[in-house]
């Protein structure tokens, strides 16, 4: 697709970009290489004031950022501005404990002294998504920054806009020319970049199908990755629940970023007892979502980033019901400027449905009944993806066992799925490896150098 800003809410093209010519990237590869040189011997005490002076640039920018997001991938304006304002969080998360996190792990050997000391590697390739065009960045840029990496971003090419805005936010808070760069480039030069010598490893965050060509060509290179690829997150609900709290929730879990998140709960699993209220409920709630301009305050759902995506989310949903899915309430396209779909329920998904056995990215519910906690575990497992999962549940031995069975990176108990600095984040089978935030996540780019002294 081309480089290019499309405004979701109306279809318009708003702006157009050049991608970077084969000599561009070269420089930009050269920049980042030399960059590294001088940056990796920074102190964590420089990394800090720069990180923290990053946050303030957010902060101090976020309804100008905000809007940058919100007209290129169609999300509320409300949401956009607290995910700048999370952004910065991040930043002050690693600025104040990256230095802990990264300190020389002494071990008792018969040695005079043995140690672990964690150093960067290098120039790292971050293929990163339209879905949290800020959130997603940052979250690989605060640690690998605080690690004393540098980044070279390949952004979708749907947010090009939020891409350049990325790289003069860090430019603006001092960080050194190299440290952190855009490249303009579309999907079909990600092999010539991360084939370079110069770039050490990378990450992605996208579809399976994605993550899976960028992980072979790098395990061929034998260069480090971390994928966080898709989700069809399970939504038990028990009838130990609090049931008001849990449909609230759903509404949200399901909503969020227009209904385009990779946690967004998708399968909504209910015990026999307690489907019929909850389904008619749920469907109540998702009913009274205003759809429009997400630029206005009172908008709950925004548009679909792009023509494609209403288009398959539409015919996901056209198939499930001709196999014989029931509607609860939405299932259309709305006739309108711009990619608007209805906020969806669905109940009676027969098995191979698109609604049951595939990732549907807008905002769709699917709804299943089970007869107890074993088939709720099975139905929640049967799933090639395992990213987070959401269980509610008021007795301890359901917590326990859905805990321990249920096969996910995450599992939230009366919550809904949500990232946090603070904790780890990633999946397991389809929905990649290797994890996100917390201190796990500023390891994953270090080498982890053991050192003996006799």
Not at 34 to 49: I, N
Not at 252 to 281: H, L, P, T
Request: hydrophobic residues 40%.
């Amino acid at each position: 697709m081309p480089i290019a800003t499309v405004n979701p809410a109306t279809g318009e093209v708003l702006e157009t970009f050049e991608p970077l010519s084969d000599e561009q990237i070269d420089r930009k590869l050269q920049l980042a290489t030399d960059a590294f040189r001088a940056y990796r011997k920074t102190s964590f005490a420089e990394r800090r004031e720069k990180m923290l002076r990053t946050a303030e640039v957010l902060e101090s920018r976020r309804e100008e950022l905000g809007r940058i997001i919100t007209t290129e991938m169609g999300k509320t304006l409300r949401s956009a501005v607290a995910e700048v304002e999370k952004s910065a969080w991040g930043c002050r998360y690693y600025a104040e404990h990256a230095e802990g996190f990264l300190a020389d792990e002494v071990i008792e050997t018969n040695a005079r002294k043995s140690y672990v000391r964690y150093q960067p590697l290098g120039p790292v390739l971050a293929v990163m998504p339209w879905n949290f065009p800020f959130w997603q960045v940052f979250r690989f840029a605060a640690p690998a920054l605080m690690a004393g990496n540098v980044g070279l971003l390949k952004h979708a090419s749907n947010v090009p806009q939020c891409a350049l805005a990325i790289e003069e936010v860090f430019r603006e808070a001092g960080f050194p020319e190299g440290v952190f760069q855009t490249l303009l480039i579309g999907s079909d030069r990600v092999e010539r970049v991360l084939s370079d010598p110069r770039v050490v490893a990378a990450t992605l965050t996208g579809s399976d199908a994605a993550g899976s060509r960028v992980a072979s060509q790098a395990g061929r290179l034998i260069k480090t990755t971390v994928l966080e690829l898709g989700g069809s997150d399970p939504y038990v609900v028990t009838p130990s629940a609090h049931l008001d709290a849990a449909v609230k929730t759903a509404v949200q879990a399901r909503n969020q970023n227009n209904g385009q998140s990779c946690i967004a709960a998708k399968r909504f699993i209910v015990f026999d007892q307690i489907a019929d209220e909850f389904e008619r409920r749920f469907a109540e709630q998702v009913g009274t979502l205003r759809v429009g301009d997400p630029m206005d305050d009172s908008t709950d759902v925004g548009p679909l980033a792009m023509e494609q995506i209403v288009r398959g989310v539409d015919e996901q949903v056209r198939s499930s019901v001709r196999m014989g899915a029931r509607v609860l309430i939405g299932g259309r396209r709305l006739d309108r400027p711009g990619f608007y779909y209805e906020p969806t329920v669905l109940a009676r998904v027969p098995d191979g449905a698109p609604a049951r056995c595939e990732e549907i990215f807008g905002p769709v519910a699917s709804v299943f009944r089970v007869k107890d906690l074993d088939e709720a575990i099975a139905l929640a497992n049967d799933t090639k993806y395992g990213l987070g999962a959401s269980v509610w549940t008021s007795d301890e031995a359901e917590r326990q066992r859905f805990v321990d069975e249920i096969e996910a990176g995450m599992v939230f108990v009366n919550g809904m799925v949500a990232s946090d600095p603070r904790l780890p984040f990633g999946g397991v089978k389809a929905s990649g490896y290797g994890r996100e935030l917390s201190e796990l996540g500023i390891r994953e780019f270090v080498n982890a150098k053991t050192v003996w002294i006799g």
